[in-house]
């Protein structure tokens, strides 16, 4: 624990700026408070790093190493070290310079000093002419010596070398134990180092192979381990080679640490279980060491994130959505061969980038590029297109959709600001024929308020500006404080909400919400009302069970925007239900003229489509992922979550 000066108040009214006590000279206020606030302790703490491997990777693992230098450079630790496996090696000098070279021009970014440790891709040398020692001239001509130690306010830093080989034959290798043994000449130097360091606050090790882990490395490390207990001041030693970061606890008063990759060979399957690329922050105090693994990448420079970055991120969020100005038309049964297009408009001030691409996990469809780059600048609209092609099937139980992926760059000024991968549904038109049967029993569909609903697209139901009518017939089983009917919200469109049990319908109407209420009307679980709205270019009407209970002069161009129509549901900005209804919705119905012009009128139970029709559910039954539009136009609207359908009572 760390010690701690703690400020003591004489009285709840006493003055804090009128301290005197020497403890108490570092804190002033003019503010009266109880509270006694603590004071740091002034000592002599710093801050290390430290790298683990580089190598076994891709040739891009320096892109890692180069980031990871970034994020250290954000925190400018005192100093970085590193655990070995600097460069891919393996190979003869000239090759070998090479990688040396470019490991260390990435690492005299670094605003610290650092110091590297040799590790076996470092010095073992493959080819003809094979020198004796390897690659170790070439290591230390380049690098530096193979073990070394300096000392940094009064803490020392120990690198050890655990490649020396078989003293014998002089094989290299890091699965026998003959060739993991410290020379005569090593353990000298540790000695010697280790009596030259009695007096330090801290002594660190660092070396590449963690030989406490034993098997192949075999039984040496227990030489070296009882010299650090003797010592008495060693607290910590850190390796690498294994690509997995591991704790090996403390043993004797001393931890062990086994460093990832910091740009080497890393599957990253379980980067919570130490798969990953990362660099360590160790900070030590007197009393002991704290150590942080931070994810590389994961450290952001503050300002970077100036107001420009902030409000384009942002408008990135709520504004660059993906447009389709195209997409074929399924029909059950039949083959498919047909163009998405994909539409992007920029209304920020700077470029962006975007990479997307259509999958589906539904092999019977195919797409052609696999993936497209686009650049969108500001102010500007582009058009990417892709192939579709499906084999003949019906829909079944086993179509799925295709989705576009995507990710958007911001160009900033001085950087990437990059948005997490999003993927929607691409809306495919589907004609689903024959239609249903209609079942014996007349059906509604069942939501549960929690996550059912019915998506239309906005693709599918462009709904033009100009008169409409939307209805319905629900049964609730319970109102919330917030309950969505049919929704095609957000700053735009149109709305039912039963909320608490009152009806109430909006339209984004000439730049602003006009909002119909009727708070004298309380509605009750359990049974059926028929709801409509009308607007008819001057005025809103709502209707509950064929009569009038509110109205509004209304008129101007509706705001139109790329919203989904949900139905069971509100929407939030990118198209996801919240405000479920809980309880049945039947007979959907929505038509481009305004049906219903007098004070009261007898709704019909079940509609028919006509001209003026653009949706009309039934919600009879499912068909695969949808539900039957009987409308002309086949908007077949997808299911999310599982509601069903159900007997009317």
């Known amino acids: 624990m760390h010690h701690r000066t703690v400020l003591c108040l004489l009285s709840p009214f006493f003055l804090l700026s009128h301290l005197v006590a020497a403890q108490d000279e570092r804190f002033t206020t003019d503010r009266k408070s109880e509270v006694s606030l603590p004071l740091a302790e002034e000592d002599d703490s710093f801050v290390f790093a430290v790298f683990g491997d580089r190598t076994g990777g891709p040739a891009e693992g320096v892109k890692v190493l180069a980031q990871a230098v970034e994020d250290v450079n954000l925190v400018d630790p005192d100093l970085v070290m590193t655990v070995g496996d600097l460069i891919e090696g393996y190979n003869q000098t000239e090759r070998w310079q090479s990688q040396a070279d470019e490991f260390s021009e990435i690492m005299n970014r670094l605003t610290s000093p650092w110091y590297p440790v040799a590790g076996n891709h470092d010095v073992y040398w493959r080819g003809d002419d094979r020198p004796e020692g390897e690659h170790e001239a070439n290591y230390e001509r380049h690098f530096g010596p193979l073990w070394y130690a300096f000392r940094h306010k009064d803490c020392w830093f120990i690198t050890l070398y655990t490649d020396e080989g078989n003293p014998l034959t002089g094989e290299r290798t890091f699965k026998k134990p003959a060739s993991q043994r410290m020379s005569k000449a090593q353990f000298d130097f540790l000695d010697r180092t280790l009596e030259r360091a009695k007096d330090a606050r801290h002594v660190f090790l660092f070396l590449h192979h963690p030989r406490w882990r034993g098997g192949g490395y075999g039984e040496d490390w227990e030489r070296v381990h009882q010299r650090l207990v003797a010592a008495g001041n060693v607290t910590a030693a850190f390796a690498g080679h294994i690509h997995h970061m591991v704790y090996d606890g403390a043993r004797d008063g001393i931890e062990y640490f086994t460093l990832a990759t910091v740009g080497g060979h890393q599957a990253g399957d379980a980067p919570e279980a130490g798969y990953l690329h990362h660099w360590n922050l160790v900070t030590v105090r007197d009393e002991g060491i704290a150590v942080a693994t931070f994810p590389v990448g994961a450290a952001l420079d503050p300002r970077l994130i100036t107001n420009e970055v902030a409000r384009a991120g942002r408008r990135m969020v709520d504004s660059v959505k993906p447009g389709f100005p195209q997409t074929p038309s399924l029909v059950s049964g039949q083959a498919l061969e047909g163009a998405v297009q994909v539409s992007w408009k920029n209304p920020l001030e700077r470029a962006i980038e975007i990479n997307l691409s259509i999958s589906c996990g539904d092999l019977r469809w195919n797409f052609s590029p696999d993936h497209e780059h686009l650049l969108v600048p500001a102010g500007e609209e582009r058009l990417v297109e892709f192939e579709a092609w499906r084999e003949a099937a019906e829909i079944d139980s086993a179509y799925q959709a295709p989705r576009l992926q995507y990710q958007l760059e911001y160009l900033a000024e001085t950087h990437r600001v990059s948005l997490p991968s999003q993927s929607v549904v691409v809306p495919v038109r589907v004609k689903i024929l024959p239609e249903p049967e209609r079942p014996p029993e007349e059906r509604a569909f069942d939501f549960d308020g929690h996550e059912d609903c019915l998506v239309v697209s906005h693709e599918q139901l462009a709904l033009p500006d100009g008169p409409f009518t939307v209805e319905c017939w629900f049964n609730a089983d319970k109102f919330g404080n917030r309950t969505g009917l049919i929704n095609k919200t957000e700053s735009s469109e149109f709305g039912f909400f039963v909320s608490k049990g009152h009806p109430e319908f909006l339209l984004h109407v000439d730049g602003a919400y006009v909002t119909l209420e009727a708070p004298e ?123 069903r359908a159900v007997g009317v009572e």
């Open 521 to 643: 009307v309380s509605l009750s679980t359990g049974r059926w009302y028929h709801i409509a709205a009308v607007f008819d270019g001057a005025e809103i009407r709502l209707y509950l069970d064929g009569e009038l209970i509110a109205s509004e002069l209304a008129s101007g161009a509706r705001t139109i925007r790329n919203q989904p129509l949900l139905i069971g549901a509100d929407t939030d900005r990118n198209g996801r239900g919240n405000s479920f209804f809980d309880g049945r919705i039947d007979e959907v119905h929505v038509s481009v003229e305004p049906r219903y012009s007098e004070d009261q009128f007898t709704p019909e139970r079940r509609l028919d489509p006509d001209e003026s029709t653009i949706l009309l559910l039934h919600l009879d039954q499912r068909v695969g992922d949808w539900v039957y539009d009987s409308s002309p136009g086949s908007n077949h609207p997808r299911v999310r979550g599982l509601p």
